[in-house]
């Protein structure tokens, strides 16, 4: 028995979408401690370069915007050339917009389901190759959704597209592990509460009064959404699927 082990992510490949900043950075660095080999992919070609640098050998940069079908082909197929397995997908890449219901714009509405939602699923889809290539029985490949709470309670701004974006990606979350299951792909979503992001910058502005509304009393750090990502990608991990985690802090179920 071996429980380091259990959370090892060695000789594994994986593939982190929106890498280069927040949580999707957060979830990069644990990987590669982790002993993962990783691919970030991030529309800021700059910054997915910044992060693969840091990140040493074990990291390969690929921009790549994910906002078209497009995109989302080309990224698969540098994916694929550069290895026939992938043993974990995160798909963490989204996007936002606010603004009061009498004017929330259609282009806005769209423009975030397109990018957290249809990209998604299409590269999940089109990654399906790589990810039975790494699947067996004793050790699942992975997909591991980036959700939120705001798709699991309301929201406190007016984020419609946002919220009912995430809400879908639980939901897809759950329905592709019911299909995948017989083909060893586990598929699970995290749902991040608070963390530091350039999404979340401005509440960061009055951080005590963003906190009080947290059971814990504080944001989310890279060791909390890390340690979940490693565990639902390592051994720890291979018996999990389906499932939708809250990492907040309490936020979405003991307010």
């Known amino acids: 028995m071996d429980p380091?082990?259990?959370f090892s992510l060695a000789g594994k490949r994986a593939l982190v979408t929106g890498g280069s900043r927040g949580i999707g950075e957060m979830i990069a660095r644990a990987y590669v401690?982790?002993?993962?080999?990783?691919?970030?992919a991030s529309r800021d070609a700059a910054a997915c370069q910044r992060i693969a640098g840091e990140l040493g050998d074990s990291c390969t940069a690929l921009p790549a915007d994910l906002s078209t079908p497009e995109g989302v082909e080309?990224?698969?197929?540098?994916?694929?050339?550069?290895?026939?397995?992938?043993?974990?997908?995160?798909?963490?890449?989204?996007a936002t917009w606010g603004a009061a219901l009498g004017s929330y714009p259609a282009q806005g509405f769209d423009k975030v389901m397109d990018l957290n939602v249809r990209a998604v699923f299409l590269l999940t889809q089109a990654l399906l190759p790589q990810l039975r290539a790494a699947a067996s029985p004793e050790d699942?490949?992975?997909?591991?959704?980036?959700?939120?709470?705001?798709?699991?309670?309301?929201p406190i701004f007016d984020t419609f597209a946002y919220s009912a974006s995430k809400a879908a990606v639980h939901q897809l979350s759950t329905h592709l592990a019911a299909v995948l299951a017989p083909?060893?792909?586990?598929?699970n979503a995290l749902a991040p509460g608070l963390f530091p992001s350039k999404m979340t910058a401005f509440l960061f502005e009055d951080e005590e009064a963003v906190t009080a509304r947290i059971?814990?009393?504080?944001?989310?750090?890279?060791?909390?959404?890390?340690?979940?990502?490693i565990a639902l990608a390592a051994r720890a991990g291979s018996y999990v699927t389906g499932t939708v985690l809250p990492v907040d802090g309490g936020y979405a179920t003991l307010r």
């Not at 540098?78 to 043993?87: I, K, M, P, Y």
């Not at 699942?140 to 309301?154: H, T």
């Not at 083909?183 to 598929?187: D, K, P, Q």
């Open 183 to 187: 083909e060893h792909v586990t598929v």
């Open 215 to 229: 059971p814990l009393g504080r944001p989310g750090r890279l060791e909390d959404i890390g340690g979940m990502a």
């Open 33 to 40: 401690a982790a002993g993962a080999e990783v691919v970030v």
């Open 4 to 6: 380091a082990a259990w």
């Open 74 to 94: 080309e990224l698969a197929g540098a994916v694929a050339a550069g290895g026939d397995r992938l043993d974990v997908l995160v798909n963490n890449a989204g």
């Open 140 to 154: 699942p490949a992975r997909v591991v959704m980036i959700g939120s709470v705001d798709g699991l309670s309301v």
